[in-house]
C-alpha cells in the first residue's frame, strides 16, 4: 500500500513537471539562440518554363534591359544571352541583404558571347556587379547605367558543369566582391577581395550576359543573403 502511494506521489509530480515545460518545451529550439548565417538560399533550374520565352517574366524573374531567354533541347530548360551586341540581365525579384551570393553552372561553353551571374542588379538601367565567362576568359566587372569597367579577368577553360560564383558584402566604400569556381572539387577561390570602382548598394542577385548565342548557356541558378556559396 505504502509503495503504491510512492507511486502514484512520484508520477503525479512528473506530470506536474511535464505541465510546466510544456510537455515538450525542453526539445524545442531556444529562440534566444542565434540561427545559422547564410540566410535563406533561392534557387531555379528553370525547367517549369516553355522554350524559348523570355526569362523575364518567368516566376520570380524581372527582366532588366536585354533579354535572357529560355532554350529547352529536352526537359532541361537551360538559359542564353539573346541580345546582338547588347547587354542583357535578369534579377530574382525577392528581398535580399547587403551581403548576397549569386551562383550557377555553365553548359554549352562555346564562346565569344558572355554569360555569367549578377549581384546587386537594379531596376532599369543596367546596374549590377557581374562574373561571366565566355568560353576562354572569366572576367568581373561592375555595370553602372550601362557604363562597365572590368575589375579583374583571367583565362579559364571550363566544361559543362562546372560552376562560377559570385559574393558581394559591405556597403559603399567597403564593398568588396569575392568570385569562385567549381570545377568539381567543391568552391575555390578566384578573385579575392575585390575593391570596385564603383559602389552599388541595394539590388538582387540574378543572370547576366552580352550578346546572342544560344551556344552559350548557363543552368540550375542559386542566390541568397550571406557571404557564404553553399
Given amino acids: 500500500m505504502v509503495r503504491a502511494l510512492l507511486i502514484c ?3 503525479l509530480l512528473l506530470s506536474a ?9 525542453l526539445h524545442r529550439r531556444d529562440a534566444s539562440r542565434p540561427k545559422p548565417s547564410g540566410g535563406a538560399a533561392f534557387t531555379d533550374n528553370f525547367d517549369a518554363y516553355a522554350d524559348n520565352v523570355a526569362l523575364g517574366g518567368q516566376g520570380s524573374w524581372l527582366g532588366v534591359t536585354g533579354t535572357m531567354t529560355t532554350e529547352k533541347p529536352a526537359s532541361d530548360t537551360e538559359i542564353f544571352p539573346d541580345s546582338t551586341g547588347a547587354l542583357c540581365a535578369a534579377r530574382y525579384n ?3 541583404t ?3 551570393y549569386s551562383f550557377c553552372t555553365l553548359s554549352a561553353n562555346t564562346g565569344p558571347e558572355e554569360r555569367g551571374v549578377s549581384v546587386r542588379c537594379q531596376s532599369g538601367a543596367f546596374t549590377y556587379y557581374a562574373l561571366t565567362y565566355n568560353g576562354t576568359i572569366l572576367e568581373l566587372y561592375s555595370e553602372v547605367a550601362g557604363a562597365g569597367t572590368s575589375i579583374t ?3 579559364k577553360t571550363y566544361s559543362n558543369g562546372n560552376r562560377i560564383g559570385l559574393v558581394v558584402s559591405g556597403n559603399g566604400t567597403a564593398t568588396r566582391l569575392f568570385a569562385y569556381e567549381d570545377v568539381g572539387s567543391g568552391w575555390v577561390l578566384v578573385f579575392n577581395n575585390q575593391n570596385p570602382t564603383s559602389d552599388i548598394d541595394g ?3 540574378g543572370l547576366s550576359g552580352f550578346g546572342s548565342t544560344v551556344s552559350a548557356r548557363v543552368d540550375d541558378w542559386g542566390g541568397g543573403d550571406g557571404t557564404v556559396l553553399p
Avoid: H, M, Y
Fill in 98 to 100: 547587403a551581403d548576397q
Fill in 153 to 155: 579577368s583571367t583565362a
Fill in 203 to 205: 539590388g538582387q542577385p
Fill in 9 to 11: 506521489a512520484l508520477l
Fill in 94 to 96: 525577392q528581398t535580399f
Fill in 17 to 25: 513537471a511535464s505541465a510546466d515545460n510544456g510537455g515538450v518545451r
